[in-house]
T-cell receptor
Framework: DAGVIQSPRHEVTEMGQEVTLRCKPI?????LFWYRQTMMRGLELLIY????????DSGMPEDRFSAKMPNASFSTLKIQPSEPRDSAVYFC????????????FGPGTRLLVL | AQSVTQPDIHITVSEGASLELRCNYS??????LFWYVQSPGQGLQLLLK??????LVQGIKGFEAEFKRSQSSFNLRKPSVHWSDAAEYFC????????????FGTGTRLTIIP
């Protein structure tokens, strides 16, 4: 298996632009997670899905952030408009089943908003 | 809400020496505990996890962790470190079985010197 795939790996954009991060989970996994990692706040869970349905989005920082999972093999995290404070590494992870099953992380997208 | 504390931001160890990374959690019941490792520029990889039973848990890469309820701790150990163990290590907690929301500690960066 190829593991969790994220694209792009690096993104540089200007403040005010729309940013879309993409994730392909491991085939057969029914949970998908989006995390953000910064020096100041560490690793934070933004949102997670079960069977393509958002279960908990309490970690999404504000309305500028949105996430979708149109099917079992694809998810997006969108920031519109982007701000410099959104600069971070964004990770996608997936797991099979509930009950603390191992979450497998993608390599991350490093986002820099100028 | 549960929380995880990793009191050591950075630890330096000589190759071949033993290692212990500290993790303390705050939660009323027995949570589900995890250790993840992040190599530079990579996503996180699960080292081991504890749900119940034997309080000494064996993981991958020769790591082990011991759950101590009386001390609210879940420290990670390795008897002899290798240069390839240089990475950042994260302790994480889920409040109960079936809850997928992991709360991560701030991480401990491990440096190995020859």
């Amino acid at each position: 298996d190829a593991g969790v795939i994220q694209s792009p790996r690096h993104e540089v954009t200007e403040m005010g632009q729309e940013v879309t991060l993409r994730c392909k989970p491991i085939s057969g996994h029914d949970y998908l997670f989006w995390y953000r990692q910064t020096m100041m706040r560490g690793l934070e869970l933004l949102i997670y899905f079960n069977n393509n349905v958002p279960i908990d989005d309490s970690g999404m920082p504000e309305d500028r952030f949105s996430a979708k999972m149109p099917n079992a093999s694809f998810s997006t995290l969108k920031i519109q408009p982007s701000e410099p404070r959104d600069s971070a590494v964004y990770f996608c992870a997936s797991s099979a089943g509930a009950g603390g099953e191992t979450q497998y992380f993608g390599p991350g997208t490093r986002l820099l908003v100028l | 809400a549960q929380s995880v504390t990793q009191p050591d931001i950075h630890i330096t160890v000589s190759e071949g020496a033993s290692l212990e990374l500290r993790c303390n959690y705050s939660y009323g019941a027995t949570p589900y505990l995890f250790w993840y490792v992040q190599s530079p520029g990579q996503g996180l990889q699960l080292l081991l996890k504890y749900f119940s039973g034997d309080t000494l848990v064996q993981g991958i890469k020769g790591f082990e962790a011991e759950f101590k309820r009386s001390q609210s701790s879940f420290n990670l150990r390795k008897p002899s470190v290798h240069w390839s163990d240089a990475a950042e290590y994260f302790c994480a907690v889920a409040p109960y079985f079936g809850n997928e929301k992991l709360t991560f500690g701030t991480g401990t960066r491990l440096t190995i010197i020859p």
